[in-house]
């Protein structure tokens, strides 16, 4: 059956971590996504373990749903071949820097020329005009920029990145719903349009929608920063063979939990009574349940918290999430057999609908697996696009290893 998106062709310019997670849920929704590579390639196919050149873990997730064409843009061959490429699409995303953009003559602009409805999604670090505008931009430091090292150095005295490419997954997730919010209007209009999306603002609104706390006011009603997320004590409860995430938050569960541990008094304390009450004195709170959950086995606190309706849960490690039977139940994890790699396991999108109109989930491809066919869809013929091998406008990739195949 067909996918939500069927019928909506993206040219993804992307590299690395943000437009490629774009293109990667747009993929998933049904979009046909062609991805275009330099000769040497996008720079995440290098990250992580690799059974061939090109194929690491990190492009092995995050390539999928996608055929991929190398064009050497600098060439006026390849220039020519993306221009029809873009009269064809109905969406262009790239994450380079306006400078590169416009040195390339890949602006909104340049390509409105090929296309006067193309919806253009442009992923900057910084939009607008403001100081940072058209410096450089990795995770790192969006999130150094957006406080997130503050904020865990407040909570545990070290100031650290969290250890996600969170920036890059949040922004790739603002730019999807962007971009089809923009190609809605456009099937209501037939106007096309340019989106820009940015990583320090998207990061921004993010951290300072629970941080921005007294300071929302003007003049201010506080200091900055949520008191709870901030409490050195909010952090996974030791148990006496683990560790547990209890999350008890209105008053009827602080009541069941301090009922379930044994002290029923503290129902009747004045620092626990209610939620603001609960906020002022949150350290003392935390560390006292902490005190409390360390006499008992995990899976003894997650049976009695259930019987009272408690928030618990258990808390993973890398390596039970990856065996979690919740995620085993509902069929997270396939292994499949990939065309080129061999067998891997692949993870399935989170979002379901009551109808199954998922298209059909393309693997990871190789650089360039699919130059030829593209080209050909573009009406060119072989020998035209051997001239375009030759040319270095564009390649194909070596032969795949037989012996890794399915």
Not at 86 to 97: P, S, Y
Not at 188 to 206: D, K, W
Not at 357 to 370: F, H, I
Request: glycine share 10%; with cysteine; charged share 25%.
């Amino acid at each position: 059956m067909a996918g939500l998106l069927d019928g909506i062709r993206v040219l993804d310019l992307t590299t690395m971590g943000t437009g490629p997670y774009t293109t990667q849920i747009l993929g998933e929704l049904g979009a046909e996504i062609i991805k275009v590579e330099t000769p040497d390639g996008d720079a995440a196919r290098g990250v992580g373990p690799a059974r061939s050149p090109g194929m690491g873990t990190i492009f092995l997730n995050i390539g999928r749903g996608k055929r991929s064409i190398v064009l050497d843009l600098k060439k006026p061959e390849g220039r020519q071949v993306l221009e029809k490429l873009a009269a064809r699409a109905d969406v262009v995303i790239h994450n380079m820097r306006k400078s590169a953009a416009r040195k390339l003559g890949l602006c909104y602009d340049d390509l409105k020329r090929c296309n006067e409805t193309v919806v253009y999604c442009s992923i900057l670090g910084f939009g607008g005009d403001g100081p940072y505008a058209g410096l450089p931009a990795y995770d790192d430091l969006i999130q150094g920029l957006v406080a997130l090292p503050d904020l865990t150095g407040r909570a545990s005295g070290e100031p650290r990145y969290v250890p996600l490419a969170l920036a890059d997954r949040t922004t790739g997730l603002f730019a999807a719903y962007a971009v089809l919010a923009a190609v809605v209007a456009r099937l209501r209009t037939g106007i096309g349009q340019e989106v820009e999306v940015s990583m320090f603002e998207a990061l921004a609104g993010f951290v300072l929608g629970d941080h921005l706390y007294g300071e929302v006011f003007s003049p201010p009603e506080g200091e900055m920063g949520f008191p709870r997320h901030l409490a050195p004590h909010r952090k996974p409860f030791r148990t006496s063979d683990g560790w547990i995430g209890v999350m008890p938050y209105t008053d009827r569960q602080w009541s069941a939990l301090f009922e379930a541990v044994g002290a029923p008094e503290l129902c009747e304390d004045d620092r626990f009574r209610s939620v603001h009450a609960r906020t002022a004195h949150i350290s003392e709170l935390y560390s006292m349940v902490s005190d409390f959950l360390v006499t008992r086995s995990t899976e003894d606190w997650l049976t009695t918290f259930k019987a009272v309706d408690v928030p618990a849960m258990q808390t993973n490690t890398l390596e039970m999430l990856r065996n979690d039977p919740h995620l085993a139940a509902v069929g997270f994890f396939q292994e499949i057999d990939h065309p080129s790699e061999g067998r891997i396991w692949r993870m399935s999108p989170p979002v379901r609908w009551a109808r199954d109109t998922s298209g059909p989930t393309r693997e990871a491809p190789r650089l360039g697996e699919n130059s030829r066919e593209i080209l050909e869809e573009l009406g060119l013929d072989q020998e035209e696009i051997q001239a375009l091998i030759e040319s270095g406008a564009t390649a194909l990739p070596p032969a795949a290893d037989p012996d890794k195949g399915g």
